[in-house]
């Protein structure tokens, strides 16, 4: 009941707070900067809490600020009709809260909490949905201001990693635990062009309290470059990833894993058209199985900016790799690494591995504050000699019962209300139709989804 209290609380006090010229809150919460306040002469309490001077010259601050969601969810035939059927859904709370202390300009320190619980499941939460409490953020900058608006970073501790458009690299905000990695990094920034350089262990959520300790189970290390207003292509991403895994499984097999991935992104969004253009390829070593994966994505569209409501037509297709041959010396399954849990809406049933799907969407901007969304996704198997995964390459069903490729048609729609900067309104509706594939391995049965959240950010 105190939990319920807290959202209608905290709405009041952002009301009466006044804080309108709050610029909107980043996805990445260390990447907001409070230090203009220094010269804000209306202070509040609010504004107090995001930048509260320690120092006479207003250098040294410290800055508070946190995020509540809650999330109703409802399935009928959960996971095709193998989970145990649930007449009431479930709720997921997630409570994150920061503190943020910058010494000038060379020094900074960020520590992040995060908490969340999963209520009413009749299964057992895993541990992406419910961790009571734990230590999710904590890393130190040390800072080296150069000439020509330029910088150079080095960041070490806890912290979350993003890179281009989350298909590889996110914060994995759908679920309800975000993800973090042990890493040092080395970023540079310029006028146009960045790069990060990192190496890193990554955080394997468990349950209780405080016990995400430090892991050695998974490596992840890399580079990243992105160089913007290119003539004719806007924007281009440049990566290299390498990750070791201890112990992974795909549909052919089951151990070490040491995967290299190199791949670019040509982006851009403007008043009417944005497109997003992404391919890579895989290579290493898989219990002695040589790698050789890859994947294409094309994700464009065009915005009636000048007309009622602002439709936009958009169109995604990709295609992922799977494996070729079972019991050979070549995995050619593609792993997509640390992706969003959402990949394909907040349903999270198919991940990107072995994949092909079209995916065509209409949108609708009913006001400033009010858009809706509808797209219609159709999914397939690129190999008949792999499995179906999950976001986190988990295994679903494997491809060795089955000859069949389609999997499914997904139909979604979304209505998201955005007050202000502080509060988050979605409704989600998602109907999969079950095809061959899902019907020959298991139940495959249809599934109905709904969901409801509410999320507050100060």
Same mark, same amino acid.
């Given at each position: 009941?105190?939990?319920?209290?807290?959202?209608?609380f905290?709405?009041?006090?952002?009301?009466y707070?006044?804080?309108?010229?709050?610029?909107?809150?980043?996805?990445?919460?260390?990447?907001?900067?409070?230090?203009?306040?220094?010269?804000?002469s209306?202070?509040?309490?609010?504004?107090?809490?995001?930048?509260?001077?320690?120092s006479?010259?207003?250098?040294?601050?410290?800055?508070?600020?946190?995020?509540?969601?809650?999330?109703?969810?409802?399935? @009928?035939?959960?996971?095709?009709?193998?989970?145990?059927?649930?007449?009431?859904?479930f709720?997921?709370?997630?409570?994150?809260?920061?503190?943020?202390?910058?010494?000038?300009?060379?020094?900074?320190?960020?520590?992040?909490?995060?908490?969340?619980?999963?209520?009413?499941?009749?299964?057992?939460p895993?541990p992406?949905?419910?961790?009571?409490?734990?230590?999710?953020q904590?890393?130190?900058?040390?800072?080296?201001p150069?000439?020509?608006?330029?910088?150079?970073?080095?960041?070490?501790?806890?912290?979350?990693?993003?890179?281009?458009s989350?298909?590889?690299?996110?914060?994995?905000?759908?679920?309800?635990?975000?993800?973090?990695?042990?890493?040092?990094?080395?970023?540079?920034?310029?006028p146009?062009?960045?790069a990060?350089?990192?190496?890193?262990?990554?955080?394997?959520?468990?349950?209780?309290?405080?016990?995400?300790?430090? @892991?050695?189970?998974?490596?992840?290390?890399?580079?990243y470059?992105?160089k913007?207003?290119?003539?004719?292509l806007?924007?281009?991403?440049?990566?290299?990833?390498g990750?070791?895994?201890?112990?992974?499984?795909?549909?052919?097999?089951?151990?070490?894993?040491?995967?290299?991935?190199?791949?670019?992104?040509?982006?851009?969004?403007?008043k009417?058209?944005r497109?997003?253009?992404?391919?890579?390829?895989?290579?290493?070593?898989?219990t002695?199985? @040589?790698?050789?994966?890859?994947?294409?994505?094309?994700?464009t569209?065009?915005?009636?900016?000048?007309?009622?409501?602002k439709?936009?037509?958009?169109?995604?297709?990709?295609?992922?790799?799977?494996?070729? @041959?079972?019991?050979?010396?070549?995995?050619?399954?593609?792993?997509?690494?640390?992706?969003?849990?959402?990949?394909?809406?907040?349903v999270?049933?198919?991940?990107?591995?072995?994949?092909?799907?079209?995916?065509?969407?209409?949108?609708?901007?009913?006001?400033?504050?009010?858009?809706f969304?509808?797209?219609?996704?159709?999914?397939? !198997?690129?190999?008949r000699?792999?499995?179906?995964?999950?976001?986190?390459?988990?295994?679903?069903?494997?491809?060795?019962?089955?000859?069949?490729?389609?999997?499914?048609?997904?139909?979604?729609?979304?209505?998201?209300?955005?007050?202000?900067?502080?509060?988050?309104? !979605?409704?989600?509706?998602?109907?999969?139709?079950a095809?061959?594939f899902?019907?020959?391995?298991?139940?495959?049965?249809?599934?109905?989804?709904?969901?409801?959240?509410?999320q507050?950010?100060?």
């Open positions: 009941m105190k939990r319920i209290v807290i959202i209608p905290c709405l009041l006090l952002v009301w707070s006044n804080a309108q010229n709050i610029p909107a809150f980043k996805q990445l919460r260390y990447e907001e900067d409070y230090s203009f306040l220094k010269q804000d209306s202070r509040n309490w609010y504004k107090t809490t995001k930048y509260n001077a320690l006479k010259n207003g250098n040294t601050y410290l800055s508070f600020g946190g995020d509540i969601r809650y999330q109703y969810q409802w399935f @009928k035939n959960e996971n095709w009709g193998e989970s145990p059927k649930d007449n009431d859904g709720i997921l709370t997630r409570y994150l809260a920061h503190a943020d202390f910058h010494a000038g300009r060379h020094f900074r320190t960020f520590v992040q909490l995060q908490s969340s619980f999963a209520n009413g499941r009749v299964e057992p895993s992406v949905d419910e961790n009571q409490l734990d230590l999710h904590a890393f130190t900058d040390i800072a080296f150069l000439q020509h608006e330029q910088a150079l970073t080095i960041r070490i501790g806890r912290q979350e990693l993003l890179y281009g989350q298909r590889l690299v996110a914060v994995r905000e759908g679920p309800n635990n975000r993800q973090s990695f042990d890493a040092a990094r080395l970023l540079y920034t310029h146009g062009w960045k990060d350089v990192f190496f890193s262990r990554f955080v394997q959520s468990k349950q209780q309290i405080f016990d995400d300790g430090f @892991k050695n189970n998974i490596r992840f290390w890399g580079a470059l992105v913007n207003n290119i003539p004719i806007n924007n281009v991403d440049l990566y290299y990833f990750l070791w895994k201890n112990k992974a499984k795909f549909d052919d097999g089951a151990g070490r894993e040491l995967r290299h991935s190199v791949g670019s992104r040509i982006w851009a969004a403007k009417f058209w497109y997003d253009i992404e391919g890579l390829y895989q290579f290493g070593d898989f002695g199985k @040589k790698i050789s994966a890859w994947t294409l994505s094309v994700n569209g065009y915005k009636f900016a000048n007309t009622l409501f439709p936009e037509l958009g169109i995604k297709t990709e295609l992922i790799s799977g494996d070729a @041959k079972y019991n050979d010396n070549k995995l050619q399954t593609f792993n997509p690494l640390f992706p969003r849990g959402g990949y394909f809406g907040l999270s049933l198919i991940g990107p591995a072995n994949l092909c799907d079209i995916h065509p969407s209409f949108s609708l901007d009913l006001s400033r504050r009010l858009f969304d509808l797209d219609y996704d159709l999914f397939w !198997r690129y190999s000699n792999d499995g179906i995964y999950g976001p986190n390459v988990a295994m679903i069903y494997s491809g060795k019962d089955s000859r069949q490729l389609s999997i499914g048609r997904q139909y979604s729609n979304t209505l998201e209300y955005i007050p202000n900067n502080f509060l988050y309104f !979605r409704f989600e509706f998602t109907w999969f139709k095809s061959d899902l019907q020959d391995v298991g139940p495959g049965k249809n599934i109905l989804f709904v969901a409801a959240t509410t507050l950010r100060f």
